[in-house]
């Protein structure tokens, strides 16, 4: 019905970047809020970023100033530039997205990617 793919992680080293992509292809009539979560072993996923449908953003603190996502309409993708990288930024980093599927139906449903590890070590 509608897929999310994620590109871009790998390894990196600390003080490095990496631009992650996401794509959303299928059923979809209009995407509105997109994010990128990720979860670290152990732990609980958690939110980094956010972007509506205007354009407003939201920010994880521990991202803040380091972390920019952007997002391409006319393509379906959301991005993620990771600049200055910590160890503690190493997870696998998930895309999410609440999209209208068709133009008859109101309802949004939210959709996950399978995500895409990144590894910050020296």
């Known amino acids: 019905q509608v897929q999310l793919v994620e590109s871009g992680g790998g390894l990196v080293q600390p003080g490095g970047s990496l631009r992650l992509s996401c794509a959303a292809s299928g059923s979809i009539f209009r995407i509105y809020d997109m994010g990128w979560y990720r979860q670290a072993p152990g732990k609980q996923r958690e939110l980094v970023a956010t972007?509506?449908?205007?354009?407003?953003?939201n920010y994880a603190d521990s991202v803040k100033g380091r972390f920019t996502i952007s997002r391409d309409y006319a393509k379906n993708t959301v991005y993620l530039q990771m600049n200055s990288l910590k160890p503690e930024d190493t997870a696998v980093y998930y895309c999410?997205?609440?999209?209208?599927?068709?133009?008859?139906?109101?309802?949004?449903?939210?959709?996950w990617g399978q995500g895409t590890q990144v590894t910050v070590s020296s």
């Open positions: 999410n997205a609440d999209i209208q599927n068709t133009v008859v139906s109101l309802r949004r449903n939210n959709y």
């Open positions: 972007i509506t449908r205007g354009g407003s953003t």
